[in-house]
């Protein structure tokens, strides 16, 4: 079974740049997870979809960040623009209910300088 | 708000050691529990859950963890450690909302 897939693995970008991360889920799943992990802390929620509606974004920073998931498939999370702080690992998760076992991509690791 | 604390940030052992790895949450209401793992390289995976039931509960590669509710604890244990469960460790608990909140993770280190 094709685990959930992120692109690009890594990104390095200039202040002020936008960019773009892509998340493809496992097949089926309807509840798709992006979150924020900061070096030498856990993964924060950013935003969840069940299908193509948001569920949560209470902690996306909606100034600059912006998260889309058009098909209730795959999902693409754009910052513009970008600040320092952004520099972090971007990890996508998936779950076939919002309750299920969340499964996790290996991430993009974005370096904002 | 709530929060998941993990109590040691890097954690070494010598191979055969005994493991602990601390875990308190602040949140009254039900939640499940969660301890997950990144092994180098490698994609965040899940290790054991507790949603229910008998509170200790028994995951993947000898780890088990105990859900304590009068403390608020959910601690990670494995009898003796190898060297390839070299990883960050991370708990994390699920309020009835379903928002999934992680500790900071602890590095476990395991000479050979």
């Known amino acids: 079974e094709a685990g959930v897939a992120q692109s690009p693995r890594y990104k390095i970008i200039e202040k002020r740049q936008s960019v773009a991360f892509w998340c493809n889920p496992i097949?089926?799943?309807?509840?798709l997870y992006w979150y924020q992990q900061i070096l030498g802390q856990g993964p924060k929620l950013l935003i969840q979809?069940?299908?193509?509606?948001?569920?949560?974004d209470s902690q996306l920073p909606k100034d600059r960040f912006s998260a889309e998931r058009l098909k209730g498939v795959d999902s693409t999370l754009k910052i513009q623009p970008a600040k320092l702080e952004d520099s972090a690992v971007y990890l996508c998760?998936?779950?076939?209910?919002?309750?299920?076992?969340?499964?996790f991509g290996p991430g993009t690791r974005l370096t904002v300088l | 708000a709530q929060s998941v604390s993990q109590h040691n940030h890097h954690v070494i052992l010598s191979e055969a050691a005994s493991l602990e790895l601390g875990c308190n949450y602040s949140?009254?209401?039900?939640?499940?529990l969660f301890w997950y793992v990144q092994y180098p390289g490698q994609h965040l995976q899940l290790l054991l859950k507790?949603?229910?039931?008998?509170?200790l509960v028994k995951g993947i590669k000898g780890f088990e963890a105990e859900f304590i509710k009068s403390k608020f604890s959910f601690n990670l244990r494995k009898p003796s450690v190898q060297w390839s469960d070299t990883a960050e460790y991370f708990c994390?608990?699920?309020?009835?909302?379903?928002?999934?909140?992680f500790g900071q993770g602890t590095e476990l280190s395991v000479k050979p």
């Open positions: 998760a998936s779950s076939f209910g919002t309750n299920g076992e969340q499964f």
């Open positions: 097949s089926g799943h309807a509840t």
């Open positions: 979809f069940q299908n193509n509606g948001v569920v949560d």
């Open positions: 949140y009254g209401g039900t939640v499940n």
């Open positions: 994390a608990v699920r309020n009835q909302g379903g928002k999934l909140i």
């Open positions: 507790y949603f229910s039931g008998d509170p």
